[in-house]
């Protein structure tokens, strides 16, 4: 079974320009993540898609980042303008439906996007 | 809140030493918990989880128990390897399926042979 793909796998701008990230899930995912992962940081959730609707983006900071999923299959994140604190690695992840009531459905990461804004 | 405090690292060790991690949490209801692991260059793999109280996730050789008592999930392995070397994140859901995950930020572990 194919992973979760990203790409670019690395990108440098300078600050005020834009950049986008994509990601293809794993085949069928109905649920897809988009987390920002800070140097020395965990990853913090800025979206999660339903298929191709918005549950969560509560933590996304709307005046700069943008996020979609047509179709409800691939993904774009979008930084428009960059700020140095953008720098981080950007990672995707998707995870299935839950196959009964006490399962868990695992969120599988992909290699992420390292985004190094100067 | 949700969140998770873990030890800060990095850790280093001697082949076949004892590891323990420890991580505690704060969560409103019942979360599950999980490890998980970044090898060098490589993704966030998910190495185990729990997701109940007392539950015992187990995976590799590495072990964590959910203990809702003192709020702790700490990660433990008997004897490490060099191949465990990795940076580890403890992480919580608020879901016992589907659901955003919580992480702490991360320690390193180094293994020396």
């Known amino acids: 079974e194919a992973g979760v793909a990203q790409s670019p796998r690395y990108k440098i701008i300078e600050k005020r320009q834009s950049v986008a990230f994509w990601c293809n899930p794993i085949s069928g995912h109905a649920t897809l993540y988009w987390y920002q992962q800070i140097l020395g940081q965990g990853p913090k959730l800025l979206i999660q898609?339903?298929?191709?609707?918005?549950?969560?983006d509560s933590q996304l900071p709307k005046d700069r980042f943008s996020a979609e999923r047509l179709k409800g299959v691939d993904s774009t994140l979008k930084i428009q303008p960059a700020k140095l604190e953008d720098s981080a690695v950007y990672l995707c992840?998707?995870?299935?439906?839950?196959?009964?009531?006490?399962?868990?459905?695992?969120?599988?990461f992909g290699p992420g996007t390292r985004l190094t804004v100067l | 809140g949700n969140s998770v405090t873990q030890m800060e690292g990095p850790v280093t060790l001697s082949e076949e030493a004892f590891l323990t991690i420890n991580c505690t949490y704060t969560a409103t209801g019942y979360p599950s918990l999980f490890w998980y692991v970044q090898y060098p260059g490589e993704g966030l793999q998910l190495l185990l989880k729990a997701t109940k109280a007392d539950d015992k996730g187990s995976n590799k050789g590495f072990e964590a128990t959910y203990r809702k008592e003192t709020t702790s999930f700490h990660l433990e392995k008997g004897s490490v390897q060099v191949s465990d070397s990795a940076v580890y994140f403890c992480a919580l859901s608020r879901g016992s399926t589907l659901g955003r995950l919580y992480f702490g930020r991360g320690t390193q572990l180094t293994v020396w042979p």
């Open positions: 992840a998707s995870q299935g439906l839950s196959s009964g009531r006490d399962s868990y459905n695992e969120q599988f």
């Open positions: 898609f339903q298929n191709n609707g918005v549950v969560d």
